[in-house]
């Protein structure tokens, strides 16, 4: 695996300026009950600022559950955590604030144009007018989306989409972002155009970045360090390749997930986890 390098916060613009060199994110003990089940239980990581940082793990292990306490939009039940510097549960509009999300669920509107999407994006986030402009631009071209600006998105490819989605995270140039399983349902030409554009996003702003997935490939190509997830606790935290290491010779991260919970690992998850899985490979086909 490529090395990758903790300088890439140093080297971005304004993305990561306010949080200097503290981690991007911490939790700490943090955890989240729904009755009886623990979907999140305890967990404490740090990711550094201007990382590309992987929760790894099967449907059902938690994953969605920590972004949406990352992210602001569930309460934590216990624990406690702090992204670009503010508590989620203290200081939830500094968070929102600072952050960009990409969520599993379609997040672009079909009736409009990929210019049109941004446009409305750029206004939700209080781009002054001046811009606005620019800012679109900028963030086409970032994605490989210019020459289909005005396009509208009901015909662009699953691909096409989630590039878009990517966009209109980024226009106002978060600290930290936010991808929740960010290419499911993609063949394999759009997965790696997607993570791509992952890269270039840290490469020109700085930014950390903290996605989920259950692919293995994808959390070994993208990832500086991946923790990973079982039954709602972080079983590892370390750079794909150390964890391989430990795990034996010549072992893969599926033998990483197998070596540190004792099982192989399953991204069949709950009824409803299957459900919205498949919603999600739909609408990106």
Do not use: C
């Not at 695996?1 to 300026?17: E, F, I, V």
């Not at 490939?217 to 500086?224: G, H, T």
């Not at 990973?228 to 935290?237: K, T």
Request: proline fraction near 3%; aromatic fraction near 6%.
């Amino acid at each position: 695996m490529t090395a990758r390098h903790d300088g890439a916060a140093a080297g971005g613009a304004g993305a990561t300026a306010g949080i200097a060199r503290a981690a991007a994110i911490r939790t700490e003990g943090l955890t989240r009950r729904f009755r009886e089940l623990v979907a999140v239980d305890r967990v404490s990581f740090e990711v550094r600022a201007g990382e590309i940082f992987g929760l790894l793990g099967p449907n059902g292990a938690g994953k969605s559950t920590m972004i949406k306490m990352l992210t602001t939009l569930l309460p934590p039940t216990g624990g406690r955590a702090r992204v670009a510097g503010f508590d989620v549960a203290r200081e939830p509009t500094q968070v929102r604030r600072h952050i960009g999300y990409v969520p599993q669920a379609l997040s672009a509107d079909g009736a409009l144009s990929g210019y049109e999407n941004l446009l409305v994006s750029s206004k939700l986030y209080g781009l002054a007018r001046r811009e606005r402009r620019r800012r679109i631009t900028d963030a086409l071209e970032l994605v490989g989306l210019a020459g289909a600006a005005h396009q509208l998105v009901r015909h662009y490819s699953g691909g096409m989409i989630r590039r878009l989605e990517v966009a209109q995270a980024m226009l106002h140039r978060p600290a930290v972002l936010f991808m929740d399983e960010p290419t499911v349902g993609l063949d394999p030409v759009a997965r790696r155009a997607v993570w791509e554009h992952v890269r270039r996003l840290r490469e020109m702003w700085g930014t950390t970045i903290l996605l989920t997935t259950h692919y293995m490939d994808e959390a070994d190509d993208l990832a500086d360090r991946v923790a990973v997830m079982h039954q709602g606790r972080v079983a590892a935290v370390d750079a794909p390749a150390e964890l391989k290491r430990a795990a034996g010779q010549g072992a893969t991260l599926d033998d990483v997930f197998a070596h540190f919970t004792g099982a192989a690992i399953e991204t069949g998850g709950t009824y409803r986890d299957v459900l919205r899985a498949r919603r999600t490979a739909r609408r990106l086909s």
